[in-house]
Each structure stands twice: as C-alpha cells, then as structure tokens.
C-alpha cells in the first residue's frame, strides 16, 4: 500500500499530462505479460517490428513488478517524443545505478544490463536510441487514437472535479486508488507513506497500464500516478479510416476521414491536430 499525504499546495496542483514514454513502457511491460487478450491484435501486428529490436534490454528495465525505473520517465513535459527521450540519454549516472539496483532487488545485475549499469553515461544515449525505434514499431502508428483516447478521458476527468471536486476527481481513476482525507492511497506491493511537499500530483492516462496502475518510484521529483482511460478497447480496433472508400466518393476524403476520426470523442481542435487541418476547415 502505497500512500501519499496531500497538503493544500499538493491539492492545488495536481494535474494531467501525456508523456509519450509512459506509454511506451506500460507497452512493454504489456509485451511480457501477453495474458491479457484486450492487447492480443496489437501484440501480433507489432510482433514482426520488434524482431530487430533490442527487447531482451527493453524489456529488462520493464519487470512486471510494481517498480520501474524512473530514469526511463523523463520529468519533462509529456508530448514530445524526442525531448522525453532527451531526458532520458542525460540521466544522472548515480541515479540510473541506484535505480537498477531497486530493480534488481539484491538479484545480480543481469548480464544484458551490465554495459548500462557500469558506465551509464556511456549507453544511455544508445538506450533512448533504441526506445525510440521501439516507439516508431509499436506505438507510433496507435498514437493518434491512444492520444485521442487520453485526451477524451482528461475531459471526463475534468467534469467530475468540476462536479465534486478533488476528492471527487481522484477516488474515480481505478478501484486501486482511493481518496480519503488527505491521503492518497494506491493499492500495490510494498509500503511506503510519504508527503508529497506542495509537489503535487500528476495524472498520466495510459492504455497499456490497463487494468492496473503504475505509480513513480522513491527517486522521482515528482509524483506520478499512471492509469487506464475509459474507452481502451478503442485503440486495439482499427481505425475505420482507410474502409470508407465508398464514403470517400460521397462526401471527399476530409471529410469521410473526419467522420471516421469520430468514433472516439474529440473537440474541433483535436480533430483538426489528428486531420492536419486547420480548425475552421
């Protein structure tokens, strides 16, 4: 059980964001599980992808266990592939070692994670090189929809704060997080209580987490609480764009992909973010 006592500064700050590597490495720890048949389409799409892949290191950092390395969760604003991974190539050395040892659990350090380990300086920049091959194979091609998703959910999420508040916005994301007082509670292995001191909380959407939740370690600067959206299924079906050729001739091919776009919710200007037009086309 994992709980953090939330002060009035705390409250007024907790927030929503979309890092793309929160994804990424709830995506992976979805390829190691494989149990879970909501991912069965995805798994078996991106499966030829990932053959030239580094995953036995990938998927090394990624245990199924309720710890990850934070060095992989770059505290940068979420969105930006790139600058996230950025992040990630200039990690402190000490913190990716003490982080790797959290992950290991007393275990030796395993073999593929050595190099990494030993000279972090030196591998990280191949390391985020090789996330971001993994992020063109296996998620590139879902982010718009998995954005979608997201987006759509903060929406819903805002409508329950403004309905009931805080306390009200919180005790909704998933059955194992709860909101009573002031504290947070976050059901997972181990035991931890903490205050946050006015850093607040950031909410991450992310389809791949689901069912569960993914919390930031004790090493992070801030604190992260990762859940499943409402409407995940959404992104393992395939896009309708793409089956609407005798919509295309009816009505143009705007206009019959923005139709297709609407099977999940949207505003007009995220519409126009995912069609590469211009709000008022």
Not at 147 to 165: K, N, P, Q, T
């Amino acid at each position: 059980m994992i709980e953090y006592v939330l002060g009035q500064t705390d409250v007024a700050r907790v927030r929503f964001a979309q890092p793309v590597l929160y994804e990424v490495v709830a995506s992976l720890r979805a390829v190691r599980d494989q149990r879970h048949p909501l991912f069965g389409g995805w798994l078996a799409g991106a499966a030829p992808r990932l053959r030239d892949l580094r995953m036995d290191l990938l998927t090394a950092l990624v245990p199924l266990g309720p710890y990850v390395p934070d060095f992989l969760l770059a505290d940068v604003p979420g969105g930006d592939i790139d600058l996230e991974l950025d992040a990630v190539a200039r990690a402190e050395p000490e913190v990716v070692r003490i982080e790797i040892d959290l992950l290991r659990r007393g275990r030796p350090v395993p073999r593929v994670l050595l190099p990494l380990y030993e000279d972090p300086a030196a591998h990280l920049p191949a390391l985020a090189a090789e996330l971001h091959r993994y992020w063109e194979a296996a998620i590139e091609p879902l982010w718009p929809r998995i954005r979608a998703v997201g987006l759509a959910d903060i929406a819903y999420r805002l409508d329950r704060f403004a309905s009931g508040g805080v306390a009200h916005l919180l005790s909704g994301l998933n059955p194992d997080v709860a909101f009573d007082g002031d504290t947070l509670t976050v059901r997972r292995a181990g035991t931890a209580r903490g205050l946050l001191d006015g850093r607040g909380v950031v909410l991450v959407p992310s389809v791949f987490v689901w069912p569960g939740v993914l919390c930031s370690g004790p090493t992070a600067r801030q604190t992260v609480i990762c859940y499943a959206p409402r409407g995940v299924a959404e992104v393992g079906t395939a896009p309708a764009e793409g089956r609407s050729d005798t919509l295309t001739a009816v009505v143009g091919r705007t206009r019959a992909r923005l139709l297709a776009a609407l099977d999940l919710p949207a505003t007009t200007t995220q519409l126009a973010e995912r069609l590469r037009v211009t709000p008022s086309a």
